[in-house]
């Protein structure tokens, strides 16, 4: 993949090797022009710039090319304002009671707090998978799964430990969990924009992603995929105005919801920022995702032999890796460590988690980035 060209669309990448793509992914120019102009029309124009039939389309682009990421119709793409929404909202669509849901212990909060605290209030047991060496064994989601078994939970790459469920892992845990009635929930916020989706195939019932990581976009959205079958069955936790097949009919005697994944949008929100999201997909899309996987992989994997070969660093991150590395250091404070990365003459910009330094490159670096972080870490060490 060549991406000298695309680099002037991220001007930070000029001075700094910006490797911090699992929290905050950096926005190229295009999507950034396109979402500020956007805004400001509607600042200036109110209902000039935004007519009754405009937002009722107004999603309409981000869910095209949100069937386009995930490979499935857009009818199938209802829009969020975060991930965390999103989990929450389903969560709560269904029915739970008397029921249990797997997850995994090394889990982002917003993943497993939306069923502790159903569990709360409802009869729900909530059984979260250990890692054994930072690693979840398939084996073991796939052994917990039993007749009780509402929802199984989990990340398609784990912010953390930077473990990915490779295609095989999901669609054997989908098949597990839908012969006992259950469902597959995926977040994928950590996944999309580099790794190729085709949620049919995985046969998962929900997948979400969020804007603001690997999908390259400003913050404030988050799609999600949701199965046909199961998307007729559910009553959306959260309703309004946009909820209902014709959103301009104003009738609040009667609670109706349309009849595709569109129920689940249920208020006004920032609109610039999902139309935001749709642009930095189609960014995404021009270069190609696999295109993007494969350079990831390439970074990734030469920062994994690198760090290997030095004798203070301990890797976390297992083989079946995403675009994510995350290692410990014996005997050094990583904050102290993460400090001097940071300041240096051109600084290398990380997350530290858990004490744990996690590296995350996307279309915007180089080898030579991941080269200059080892030869510092070195030095440093
Ligand atoms: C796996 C995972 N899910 C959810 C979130 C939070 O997403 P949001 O801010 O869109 O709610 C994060 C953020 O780091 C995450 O890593």
Not at 37 to 43: D, Q, V, Y
Not at 132 to 154: A, C, F, S, Y
Request: charged residues 30%; glycine residues 6%.
């Amino acid at each position: 993949m060549e991406i000298k060209g695309l680099l002037d669309d991220f001007p930070t990448t000029k001075t700094v090797d910006y490797l911090n793509a699992a929290s905050i992914g950096l926005v190229p120019n295009p999507v950034i022009k396109r979402s500020t102009e956007i805004e400001t029309e509607l600042a200036k124009g109110g209902t000039l710039a935004l007519d009754e039939e405009k937002e009722t389309l107004i999603y309409d682009g981000l869910r095209e090319e949100g069937a386009k990421l995930f490979s499935c119709d857009a009818e199938d793409i209802a829009i969020f304002n975060s991930t965390t929404e999103a989990l929450n909202c389903f969560a709560w669509s269904l029915d739970l009671k008397d029921g249990k849901v797997i997850s995994t212990g090394v889990e982002f909060p917003s993943v497993t707090y939306p069923w502790l605290r159903i569990a709360r209030k409802e009869n729900v047991k909530v059984k979260l998978i250990t890692a054994e060496n930072w690693r979840i064994p398939i084996d073991v989601v796939l052994n917990e799964i039993d007749e009780n078994t509402r929802v199984v939970v989990l990340s398609h790459a784990e912010y953390l430990t930077g473990q990915k469920f490779d295609n095989d892992d999901i669609k054997k845990i989908a098949k597990r969990i839908h012969e006992i009635g259950g469902l597959l929930v995926v977040d994928g916020i950590q996944a999309a924009g580099y790794l190729p989706i085709n949620v049919r195939e995985l046969d998962v019932d929900i997948y979400i992603a969020g804007s603001y990581k690997w999908l390259l976009s400003p913050f404030g959205t988050a799609i999600a995929y949701v199965a046909k079958k199961l998307c007729d069955k559910l009553e959306p936790a959260l309703v309004g105005w946009r909820s209902t097949e014709d959103m301009w009919n104003f009738n609040a005697q009667e609670l109706s919801y349309a009849s595709t994944s569109r129920k689940f949008e249920y208020s006004s929100s920032a609109y610039s920022v999902k139309l935001g999201l749709a642009e930095s997909i189609k960014y995404l899309r021009n270069i190609g995702i696999k295109n993007i996987h494969d350079h990831n992989k390439k970074l990734v994997d030469i920062l994994a032999e690198e760090l290997i070969s030095i004798e203070n660093v301990d890797i976390v991150t297992p083989e079946d890796r995403c675009s994510i590395l995350t290692f410990g250091l014996k005997d050094k404070d990583s904050k102290i460590v993460a400090k001097e990365l940071r300041n240096l003459k051109r600084p290398i910009e990380f997350s530290l988690r858990l004490g744990l330094l996690r590296i995350a490159p996307h279309i915007y670096n180089t080898e030579a980035d991941i080269l200059h972080f080892v030869e510092n870490l070195r030095e440093i060490l």
